[in-house]
């Protein structure tokens, strides 16, 4: 059974920083891309950034410069660093896995507000 499984959420002031992690299971991780996809309320889901198996990394325009996405192959994990967080930057974000087959988490909620 796969799952992602994201934490790292939460409440945080215009400026601050979070951390999101995404734990892996159920498939062969080095393999896969893995991204982070955000949606607001009452938009599309959007690109935040992705990492493909290679290391090579993509960013959204309106997250360059701020956020940073890693991974660690060892524990399975990606992460989104997130800095420089503004009230737009709130959303759910979730992770994906792109590979021979596509998989979501369940989302986590980022609040960015004063």
């Known amino acids: 059974q796969v799952q992602l499984v994201e934490s790292g959420g939460g409440l945080v002031q215009p400026g601050g920083s979070l951390r999101l992690s995404c734990a892996a299971s159920g498939i062969i991780f080095r393999v896969f891309a893995m991204g982070w996809y955000r949606q607001a309320p009452g938009k599309q889901r959007e690109l935040v950034a992705i990492?493909?198996?290679?290391?090579?990394?993509n960013y959204g325009d309106s997250v360059k410069g701020r956020f940073s996405i890693s991974r660690d192959n060892a524990k399975n994990t990606a992460y989104l660093q997130m800095n420089s967080l503004k009230p737009e930057d709130t959303a759910v974000y979730y992770c994906?896995?792109?590979?021979?087959?596509?998989?979501w988490g369940q989302g986590t909620q980022v609040t960015v507000s004063s």
């Open positions: 990492i493909a198996n290679g290391g090579s990394t």
């Open positions: 994906n896995a792109g590979g021979p087959r596509e998989y």
